[in-house]
């Protein structure tokens, strides 16, 4: 079934460091939404890309979607200590199944 | 609003034990999912439904695992009888979405089950 890997697995980064975790699949997606679930907790909406080759901005995070609609990324720019979770990429599948990829674990070096 | 609701937030039980997970979805939700999450394999999709109808339960694990929905504000997850391997942290989560479109998901706190 459709499915999105994403890379890297685990990142360890300085405090002020930037960060860029991947998500990609082998199919088209209709849309990519973004999840983000701190240590202990539960994930929680950040965001969703719907256009080919858009580019939404939150704060300090940057979300892209491929032109092919086959990839997408999240940069983090300067990263804090509260950017500190894993960060899940999902797709919709045929029946609006909701599929979390595998997440990428962010932590911050103070 | 008070967002989703699960209970309880954690379950102790012996093998061979029934659970049972409950939630309470946003009011006006139509969707509702049940996943499982563990270190070895991530967030699994157990089963979603759409307008309290089970659209697709191939994320269950097997026969000990059901599922109902029986109005637009509760569903249950059970497991019968629980085995070890059963152990993770269960999430019920609601969306606004239609049955073409599913927009937002919203997490419940999770249902932190053990199984000795």
């Known amino acids: 079934g459709q499915q999105v890997m994403q890379i890297p697995q685990y990142q360890h980064v300085q405090e002020g460091e930037d960060f860029t975790t991947y998500c990609n699949s082998s199919?088209?997606?209709?849309?990519i939404q973004w999840y983000k679930q701190r240590p202990g907790g539960h994930p929680v909406f950040l965001i969703q890309?719907?256009?080919?080759?858009e580019v939404k901005k939150q704060k300090r995070l940057t979300f892209q979607f491929g032109e092919a609609k086959k990839n997408s990324s999240l940069h983090i720019t300067a990263t804090q200590t509260t950017d500190v979770g894993t960060y899940f990429c999902?797709?919709?599948?045929?029946?609006?199944?909701?599929?979390f990829g595998p997440g990428t674990s962010l932590s911050v070096i103070p | 609003d008070a967002g989703v609701i699960q209970s309880p937030r954690h379950e102790v039980t012996e093998m061979g034990q029934e659970v049972t997970l409950r939630c309470k979805p946003i009011?006006?939700?139509?969707?509702l999912f049940w996943y499982r999450q563990t270190m070895m394999r991530g967030l699994e999709l157990l089963i979603y439904?759409?307008?309290?109808?089970?659209?697709?339960d191939s994320g269950m694990p097997e026969d000990r695992f059901s599922a109902k929905m029986p109005n637009a504000s509760f569903s249950t997850l059970k497991i019968q009888p629980s085995e070890p391997r059963d152990s993770a942290v269960y999430f019920c989560?609601?969306?606004?979405?239609?049955?073409?479109?599913?927009?937002?998901?919203?997490f419940g706190e999770g249902s932190r089950l053990t199984v000795l």
């Open positions: 989560a609601s969306s606004p979405g239609s049955r073409r479109e599913t927009g937002e998901l919203f």
């Open positions: 199919t088209t997606l209709s849309n």
């Open positions: 890309l719907v256009k080919s080759g």
């Open positions: 999902t797709t919709k599948t045929s029946y609006d199944k909701v599929i």
């Open positions: 009011s006006g939700h139509n969707s």
């Open positions: 439904f759409n307008n309290n109808v089970p659209i697709d």
